[in-house]
């Protein structure tokens, strides 16, 4: 099951950094593991140790922003996000989170500029055709809602016109919303 997989990885990644505490992989393993257990404040402490060797560490910044958005830390989520985009400003997964941060607990306005520059992210960094298909379809239709929601309505229906035409020519209809 599940559950015991994500048992079973914090005792490996646990094993690991009693043979070598200082392992960033294993130390963002065991992170990652506790977090897929819904143990977002362990996970959050394993980050955290990462973040103290090295402040900059995008992985982890992004990682420890998700983290705590999981566990309900809204600021300290947008600040962990900002701190990773501030080391890697094309960032997808991080521009899109830290814009639906914005759009659900800030300003919708807020919101609409991280969508736009989660669109550009993500075709400097898609690895795949698919990645950035749906990633593009999802952006699209939060930014028009997002749009619709500030009152403007002609970009709010191009926006999900391009969501909708992605689908279409990518045969991904049931992901347009």
Same mark, same amino acid.
């Given at each position: 099951?599940?559950?015991?997989?994500?048992?079973?990885?914090?005792?490996?990644?646990?094993? *690991? #950094?009693?043979? $070598?505490?200082?392992?960033?992989?294993? +130390? =963002? &393993? !065991?992170?990652?593991? @506790? /977090?897929?257990? %819904?143990?977002?404040?362990?996970?959050?402490?394993?980050?955290?140790?990462?973040?103290?060797?090295?402040?900059?560490?995008?992985?982890?910044?992004?990682?420890?922003?998700?983290?705590?958005?999981?566990?309900?830390?809204?600021?300290?989520?947008?600040?962990?996000?900002?701190? *990773? #985009?501030?080391? $890697?400003?094309?960032?997808?997964?991080? +521009? =899109? &989170? !830290?814009?639906?941060? @914005? /759009?659900?607990? %800030?300003?919708?306005?807020?919101?609409?500029?991280?969508?736009?520059?989660?669109?550009?992210?993500?075709?400097?960094?898609?690895?795949?055709?698919?990645?950035?298909?749906?990633?593009?379809?999802?952006?699209?239709?939060?930014?028009?809602?997002?749009?619709?929601?500030?009152?403007?309505?002609?970009?709010?229906?191009?926006?999900?016109?391009?969501?909708?035409? !992605?689908?279409?020519?990518?045969?991904?209809?049931?992901?347009?919303?």
């Amino acid at each position: 099951t599940a559950a015991q997989d994500d048992a079973d990885a914090v005792a490996l990644w646990t094993r *690991a #950094l009693e043979l $070598d505490a200082g392992h960033r992989m294993s +130390r =963002i &393993n !065991l992170a990652l593991a @506790f /977090h897929g257990r %819904g143990e977002f404040a362990a996970a959050i402490s394993h980050f955290d140790v990462v973040l103290a060797g090295n402040n900059r560490d995008v992985e982890a910044l992004y990682n420890v922003a998700v983290s705590l958005q999981h566990f309900g830390s809204v600021q300290p989520s947008a600040d962990a996000y900002f701190a *990773a #985009l501030d080391e $890697d400003p094309d960032h997808a997964e991080a +521009r =899109i &989170n !830290l814009a639906a941060l @914005f /759009h659900k607990h %800030g300003s919708v306005a807020d919101a609409v500029p991280h969508y736009e520059r989660a669109l550009e992210a993500l075709r400097v960094r898609a690895t795949d055709e698919g990645s950035y298909v749906d990633g593009a379809i999802m952006i699209h239709n939060n930014l028009g809602v997002a749009k619709y929601q500030l009152g403007r309505t002609a970009e709010a229906l191009a926006a999900h016109g391009a969501a909708l035409e !992605l689908g279409e020519r990518y045969g991904r209809t049931d992901a347009v919303g």
